[in-house]
């Protein structure tokens, strides 16, 4: 994993940079990720088909103790996950096949679930930055030249694969990671342990 970002001023948001090489690796670090995190937290990724948003989702949701397998929810839109124990809840949403940005999103309630919930939205930019000033963003880039291990290049990844990122060569596609911190909850949070 690399470094942190250069310095930022308070009014800028913290961003740091981390690459990973494999859907192990995407996992562990989305369970590292969840440590951080509380009811109230919402998670934007960002990112093409394929590129390990759901996979990332699993780490969250295993770090964060939730009950069910953390599957893609592209076709019914959002699950919600309950928490195993004192945690918040887990509310993962695919916003892939909206349209209509908060508009759309509102039929999902998620204003309703925020306080209580962690949220993660997958293809969210555009359609949810206005349920809160304070969010988490995080932009997985893939490696591009070869397709994951069983697929099709240009096949409908948008389950993110099961275990996702092997190449056809046996190589593991390398994902880079941007994550950042908008707002006051995000600007007192030190990202840089994310990186170690």
């Known amino acids: 994993m690399e470094a942190p970002a250069a310095p930022h001023s308070p009014a800028d948001p913290e961003s740091v940079e981390i690459t990973l090489t494999s859907a192990e690796q995407t996992r562990e670090w989305g369970r590292r990720l969840a440590e951080l995190l509380r009811a109230g937290d919402l998670v934007m990724l960002s990112g093409e088909l394929g590129a ?20 893609s929810p592209t076709f019914v839109i959002a699950r919600v996950h309950p928490s195993l ?3 918040p809840p887990l509310v993962h949403v695919d916003a892939y096949r909206l349209s209509g940005g908060l508009d759309e999103m509102e039929d999902l309630d998620l204003d309703v679930s ?14 949810v ?23 099709t290049p240009g096949a409908d990844t948008a ?9 056809a060569t046996g190589t593991d596609e390398v ?18 342990v994310l990186t170690a």
């Not at 925020?114 to 359609?127: A, C, F, H, Q, R």
């Not at 930055?129 to 697929?151: C, F, M, N, S, Y």
């Open 114 to 127: 925020l306080p209580d919930s962690v949220i993660v939205v997958e293809w969210g930019e555009g359609k």
């Open 159 to 167: 389950t993110d694969g099961p275990t996702a990122p092997e190449t």
């Open 52 to 71: 390990g948003k759901t996979t990332l989702t699993r780490g969250l949701g295993e770090g964060l103790g939730v009950r069910g397998a953390v599957t």
């Open 175 to 192: 994902r880079r990671l941007t994550v950042t911190g908008i707002g006051p909850r995000w600007s007192a949070v030190d990202l840089g």
């Open 129 to 151: 930055e206005e349920l809160t000033d304070e969010r988490l963003q995080i932009v997985i880039h893939r490696a591009v030249g070869g397709a994951p291990t069983g697929e």
């Open 85 to 87: 124990g004192d945690g």
